[in-house]
C-alpha cells in the first residue's frame, strides 16, 4: 500500500538526518540562536521520495488554486525621485501563493481537503521549527504556501514588521522547498556585514531554509533548463513562528506578503 503523499505530521517527510534534529542530536540544533547566524540552509533533511510526491500532488492539485502575486517596480520610484542616489525600492515579487487567513480561499479548501494545512500545523513542525530556533516559539503560527515558475523571484527586502507588537523584535521562519528537476538554478542571496555577499543555491529535490528575521535578502529568478519552462516550478510550504511570551499569542501571525 503507498503512503500518503501529504503526511499527517511533518515528521514523517524527513530523512534519518532529519530525524536527528527532532532528537536535538543534530548539528544544525539551535543554529538561529547564534547571534552571528540569521540564516540557515540544509538539504538530506528530507526523505526526497517523499518529497517529490508531495510537490507532484501540489503543481497537480493547486497550481491553478494559487493567486498570483505580482507587485512590479513602481515607475515613480524612478521618475518621482527628486535626488540623485536617494533610492527607494519597495519589495517587488512575482509568484504565486496561497495564504491561510480565509477558508473561503479556493486554494485554501483544495489545501485543506488534501492535508496540506494539517501538516503544516502538525506538532512536528512546529518542534522542527523550535529545534533549528534553540529557544521557545508560540504555539499559533501563520502559514503560507508558494510557487516560482519561470522568472518568479522575490526582490531585496528585510521582513521587519515594526508594526506588530509580537513580531517588532524578531521572529523565525521555516521554508520547505520542494524543486522540479526541471529547474535550473534559483537562489538565495542575503546580508553579511551590510553586504549582499552569501549565496545559497535552492534548486534541489527538497532543501530547508531558516531564517531568523529581519535581515536583508531576496530570491533570484527562477531559470528552466532548456526545452522545459511548462515543468520547471519551485513550491514553497513555510511557517513563521512568533517567539513564546509569557502570555499566549492571540492570534496566528500573518505570513509575510
Not at 74 to 94: C, G, H, M
Not at 109 to 117: H, I, P, Q, S
Amino acid at each position: 500500500m503507498r503512503s500518503n503523499p501529504v503526511p499527517v505530521e511533518f515528521e514523517d517527510l524527513l530523512s534519518a538526518a532529519g530525524r536527528r534534529v527532532l532528537a536535538g542530536t543534530h548539528p544544525l540544533c539551535g543554529a538561529l540562536a547564534d547571534p552571528k547566524r540569521r540564516f540557515v540552509a540544509a538539504r538530506g533533511l528530507i526523505d526526497a521520495g517523499r518529497a517529490e510526491r508531495l510537490r507532484r500532488v501540489l503543481e497537480r492539485e493547486l497550481a491553478d488554486q494559487a493567486e498570483p502575486l505580482d507587485r512590479p517596480i513602481p515607475p515613480e520610484s524612478i521618475w518621482d525621485q527628486t535626488e540623485a542616489y536617494a533610492d527607494l525600492l519597495p519589495k517587488t515579487v512575482r509568484a504565486r501563493t496561497i495564504y491561510f487567513e480565509s477558508g473561503r480561499e479556493p486554494g485554501v479548501r483544495v489545501a485543506r481537503r488534501l492535508g496540506v494545512e494539517r501538516l503544516l500545523r502538525s506538532p512536528s513542525f512546529h518542534a522542527f521549527a523550535v529545534a533549528l530556533a534553540g529557544r521557545p516559539l508560540a504555539r499559533d503560527w501563520g502559514i503560507q504556501l508558494l510557487r516560482y515558475g519561470p522568472g518568479d523571484y522575490a526582490g531585496p527586502h528585510h521582513d521587519h514588521d515594526p508594526g506588530n507588537p509580537q513580531a517588532r523584535g524578531g521572529y523565525v521562519d521555516i521554508h520547505l522547498g520542494l524543486c522540479s528537476r526541471a529547474v535550473a538554478d534559483q537562489s538565495l542571496v542575503y546580508s553579511k556585514a551590510g553586504h549582499f555577499s552569501e549565496i545559497v543555491p535552492l534548486a534541489g529535490a527538497a532543501t530547508i531554509t531558516a531564517y531568523r528575521l529581519p535581515f536583508w535578502h531576496y530570491t533570484t529568478p527562477l531559470r528552466p533548463r532548456r526545452g522545459r519552462a511548462t515543468e520547471a516550478q519551485r513550491w514553497v510550504m513555510l511557517g513563521t513562528f512568533l517567539y513564546a511570551r509569557s502570555r499566549p499569542v492571540s492570534s496566528s501571525p500573518r505570513a509575510p506578503r
